[in-house]
């Protein structure tokens, strides 16, 4: 097995990061660089420079818009993107809807919502969980009750991350409450203007809103919002979740931030010199670097399998992934010590140019610490991922 780049894989690189010098706008690039806080305006801007390119979704097959990229070079686009600090374009239209609506929706559908995906012209969001379905999904209980041309949604998602922004939210809901609970779900995509939807914001550790409940009541959507076959979407709903584990493992973004956190171990100092160089300090970064150098060979391993999505070896690169970028949060924070405990939301929400505290590389990252817990639950617990581990590989 090679896992050394080619000259054609290093040649694409190279044209990589000459489209992100030209292209990435430096006030982007220096919130995500410093941990300041996006904006609805600041990702569609992004992904909107991505789209005129043709490489807003890079996964998607060349006949709906996509680059024609093999896997490496997809793999080296996400790790170049990490690298110069852009933006993410973020999953839940590209990444998520997209393929379901590629795989099971009708013509009219492709027609209508891929190419405005793939521009960015609706923001989308995820309604899978729910107050006590989260792990156990199959559980859930908003209601889709079909009455003439219509079908009528009420019940609560939870967790919907950047719903206060969506222009549309693609919904797992109960068609039937007779059959098994996995055979009685249906896929719906609505329109979130659509009268009886209500937001309501879930702040989270670090003060940002991030996430949301979002209520349905008496919520009328059309029939031909339904995405393939009614009480299937659970088939779909698996299908969608295989394509959100991919890319989880964000190797570039911890490189990225190993280098941030050694900046900071060198700048702060311990014993007269750099905190870097204290046999300890410097064993726990060396430890992780060694760790992150594991998980990059375990994914060049993955993509050069096969050219194809990975299966059941995502849980493990969202595991390993998960854990490592909770590690490098809680080593800024270490490093920093008191002088990483401020919050100053304002800087982080770029309403100040500087941060109080008079260090702008210190103050977000105690937010940034706090909000990275949040890496081993979404996208399928660390625990349900084992779950996976121990059934589909170990076969136990
Ligand atoms: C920041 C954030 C953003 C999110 N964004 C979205 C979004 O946009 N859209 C969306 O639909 N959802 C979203 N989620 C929800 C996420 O998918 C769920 O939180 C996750 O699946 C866990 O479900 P839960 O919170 O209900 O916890 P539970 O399922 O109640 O789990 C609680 C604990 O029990 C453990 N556990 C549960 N079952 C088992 C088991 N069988 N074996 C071993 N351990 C188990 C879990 O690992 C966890 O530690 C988001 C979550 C977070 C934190």
């Known amino acids: 097995m090679d896992l050394d780049y080619t000259a054609t894989d290093l040649a694409f690189r190279d044209t990589v990061r000459a489209f992100l010098e030209a292209n990435l706008p430096t006030d982007l690039q220096q919130k995500v660089r410093m941990h300041r806080r996006l904006e609805r305006d600041d990702y569609v801007r992004w992904h909107r420079i991505c789209a005129k390119q043709g490489w807003a979704a890079p996964a998607w097959p060349v ?58 012209d609706d923001w989308w969001c995820q309604g899978y969980s729910e107050p006590g379905s989260g792990s156990d999904l199959a559980s859930l209980k908003t209601t889709a009750e079909r009455v003439g041309e219509h079908y009528i949604v009420n ?8 719903g206060q922004h969506a222009d ?47 209520f349905f009541d008496n919520v009328k959507v059309p029939v031909e919002n339904l995405i393939g076959q009614e009480n299937k979407g659970w088939t779909y709903a698996k299908y969608l979740l295989g394509h959100e584990r991919t890319g989880i493992a964000a190797v570039g973004r911890s490189k990225r931030e190993l280098l941030f956190l050694k900046k900071i171990a ?28 594991a998980l990059e060979m375990t ?9 194809h999505r990975p299966g059941p070896e995502a849980s493990l690169l969202k595991i390993r992934g998960s854990e490592i970028q909770q590690q490098l949060t809680e080593l800024m924070l ?13 800087y982080l929400e770029g309403k100040r140019e500087h941060a109080l505290t008079g260090d702008d590389a210190a103050a977000p990252l105690a937010g940034y610490y706090f909000n990275f817990r949040k890496t081993s639950i979404y996208g399928g617990s660390n625990e349900i991922q084992k779950n996976i581990i121990t059934q589909m590989i170990l076969g136990l």
Not at 155 to 162: A, C, D, E, P, S
């Open 63 to 120: 006949e709906f818009g996509g680059p024609g990229w093999s896997a490496t070079e997809r793999h080296i686009w996400e790790e170049e993107c990490a690298r110069a600090g852009t933006p993410p374009i973020l999953p839940f239209g590209v990444n998520m809807v997209a393929p379901v609506i590629m795989a099971f929706g009708n013509a009219a559908q492709k027609a209508y919502y891929l190419p405005r995906i793939l521009n960015c």
């Open 155 to 162: 019940g609560q998602k939870t967790w919907t991350t950047l």
């Open 168 to 214: 549309m939210i693609f919904c797992l809901v109960r068609t039937d409450g007779t059959v098994r609970k996995q055979e009685g779900i249906s896929f719906l995509l609505i329109d979130m203007k659509t009268p009886g939807i209500t937001v309501r914001p879930i702040i989270m550790l670090d003060e940002e809103h991030e996430v949301n409940e979002v």
């Open 266 to 293: 060198t700048e702060q100092r311990k014993g007269g010199r750099p905190l870097l160089q204290d046999p300890v300090f410097g064993a726990k970064v060396a430890s992780l670097e060694i760790e992150l150098m």
């Open 299 to 307: 994914v060049l391993r993955v993509i050069t399998k096969a050219d």
């Open 334 to 346: 270490e490093a920093l010590g008191p002088a990483g405990l401020p919050f100053d939301t304002d």
